[in-house]
Nanobody, 125 residues
Framework: QLQLVESGGGLVQPGGSLRLSCAASRSSLEYSSIGWFRQAPGKEREGVACISSHGMTITYADSVKGRFTVSRDNAKNTVYLQMNSLKPEDTALYYC??????????????????WGRGTQVTVSS
């Protein structure tokens, strides 16, 4: 079964950048569509971005369009989330997960599995 591990989180000032990584172990993510989600304290988990297995289909939440970029390197078995122009409201625990239908079907949580444990992103001055 696919096992995903997120990394790259940290503390950054408003306007700064971070790149998150979602690495797969135990098996290849080459044929998986991967979604990024985030959950802030007291709020529901929300979808951020999704990239299809071949990288040709990419979707973003409206709140991050133009600031976040999702990409993948199947040779490295890793999906990335480049986050620029970060805002305090981007502060959250960020997760990656594999879409159970094999494509970016939206951001409904039941559509995703193999959730990682998350990496914390804090945007603060």
């Amino acid at each position: 079964q696919l096992q995903l591990v997120e990394s790259g989180g940290g503390l950054v000032q408003p306007g700064g950048s971070l790149r998150l990584s979602c690495a797969a172990s135990r098996s290849s993510l080459e044929y998986s569509s991967i979604g990024w989600f985030r959950q802030a304290p007291g709020k529901e988990r929300e979808g951020v971005a999704c990239i299809s297995s071949h990288g040709m289909t990419i979707t973003y939440a409206d709140s991050v369009k133009g600031r976040f970029t999702v990409s993948r390197d199947n040779a490295k078995n890793t999906v990335y989330l480049q986050m620029n122009s970060l805002k305090p409201e981007d502060t959250a625990l960020y997760y990656c997960a594999s879409n159970l239908y094999g494509y970016c079907s939206g951001f409904s949580r039941p559509d995703y599995g193999s959730w990682g444990r998350g990496t914390q992103v804090t945007v603060s001055s």
